[in-house]
T-cell receptor, first 113, second 115 residues
Framework: NAGVTQTPKFQVLKTGQSMTLQCAQDMNHEYMSWYRQDPGMGLRLIHYSVGAGITDQGEVPNGYNVSRSTTEDFPLRLLSAAPSQTSVYFC????????????FGPGTRLTVT | GENVEQHPSTLSVQEGDSAVIKCTYSDSASNYFPWYKQELGKGPQLIIDIRSNVGEKKDQRIAVTLNKTAKHFSLHITETQPEDSAVYFCAASRGITGGGNKLTFGTGTQLKVEL
């Protein structure tokens, strides 16, 4: 198993550009989520999904969209990038989403200039 | 919503000594408390977790204790080794009772184990 994979590893965007951060898992996990990590602030939940076709907002959803058309994939879209979205983004998955272990991907470091 | 506070932000110990990291939480409905280790350039990795029906859990050199009354939980690492150097995060969620796996993280502790 590859576990949780994320692409790209690094990305630089200009303000106003759009892009999609990719996340995939091959563990047949129902629950997937996106976090952002900023210095001194830990990880904060952006969006999550409890299964294909079901998504919901986390703590900091503004400026981000998600969809879950398959069990394996959970892309995160930035519609119009802003410097405040400069961060490291982590995707995570777990089997049931009922307080079980979450597996994190290696992260995408995004810089918005 | 849930608020998790973590202390200290940095911790330096000598190899072989013990390290203790403490967290407090605010939501009395939280019942799942994982600890993650993050090495430089990598994603967080679960090292141990505890649920609210248990007061203490051990796994070799690491242990976690939970005080539900005080809303306080701690990570204990004994016989520290250089490879324990990393950033450690505590987190809390409502788990199976509602809210699923929406984790609220502490701000992290940079642990440095010196030779």
């Amino acid at each position: 198993n590859a576990g949780v994979t994320q692409t790209p590893k690094f990305q630089v965007l200009k303000t106003g550009q759009s892009m999609t951060l990719q996340c995939a898992q091959d563990m047949n996990h129902e629950y997937m989520s996106w976090y952002r990590q900023d210095p001194g602030m830990g990880l904060r939940l952006i969006h999550y999904s409890v299964g294909a076709g079901i998504t919901d907002q986390g703590e900091v959803p503004n400026g981000y969209n998600v969809s879950r058309s398959t069990t394996e994939d959970f892309p995160l879209r930035l519609l119009s990038a802003a410097p405040s979205q400069t961060s490291v983004y982590f995707c995570a998955s777990s089997y049931s989403g009922q307080g079980d272990e979450q597996y994190f991907g290696p992260g995408t470091r995004l810089t918005v200039t | 919503g849930e608020n998790v506070e973590q202390h200290p932000s940095t911790l330096s110990v000598q190899e072989g000594d013990s390290a203790v990291i403490k967290c407090t939480y605010s939501d009395s409905a939280s019942n799942y408390f994982p600890w993650y280790k993050q090495e430089l350039g990598k994603g967080p990795q679960l090292i141990i977790d505890i649920r609210s029906n248990v007061g203490e859990k051990k796994d070799q050199r690491i242990a976690v204790t939970l005080n539900k009354t005080a809303k306080h939980f701690s990570l204990h690492i004994t016989e520290t080794q250089p490879e324990d150097s990393a950033v450690y995060f505590c987190a809390a969620s409502r788990g199976i009772t509602g809210g699923g796996n929406k984790l609220t993280f502490g701000t992290g502790t940079q642990l440095k184990v010196e030779l």
